[in-house]
């Protein structure tokens, strides 16, 4: 069973940086497509990034494109989202999530029945 473990938000200031972080257990992350969402007040959840199982498909919501980027260490079996330049509007409880994905499918990005959730970290951008 995988378990995922957001952790690294905080309070930072407008134009700031972040660097969240998903770690893994009880599984490897090689079997699974990834996607980041987050949930600001009073706002539906949205997906801010999937990336595919291979690692090579990765796409970002529109409003974090040239902020934010995201990684994985194989070997520490962790993601990381970094996200840079912080506004207001990134605040939210941001969530890793997980997809089994077969070899097939490895090129899969998206955000659709993700199959495994963390708890969430809380971002906030405020000064």
């Known amino acids: 069973q995988l378990q995922l473990v957001e952790s690294g938000g905080g309070l930072v200031q407008p134009g700031g940086s972040l660097r969240l972080s998903c770690a893994a257990s009880g599984a490897s992350l090689d079997y699974y497509a990834i996607a980041w969402f987050r949930q600001a007040p009073g706002k539906e959840r949205e997906g801010v990034v999937c990336m595919s199982r291979s690692g090579t498909n990765i796409n970002f919501t529109n409003s974090v494109k040239g902020r934010f980027t995201i990684s994985r260490d194989r070997a520490k079996n962790t993601v990381y989202l970094q996200m840079n330049n912080l506004s207001p509007d990134d605040t939210g409880i941001y969530y890793c999530?997980?997809?089994?994905?077969?070899?097939?499918?490895?090129?899969?990005?998206?955000?659709?029945?993700?199959?495994?959730w963390g708890n969430g970290t809380l971002v906030t951008v405020s000064s």
């Open positions: 999530t997980a997809k089994s994905i077969s070899i097939a499918l490895r090129w899969y990005c998206g955000y659709d029945a993700m199959d495994y």
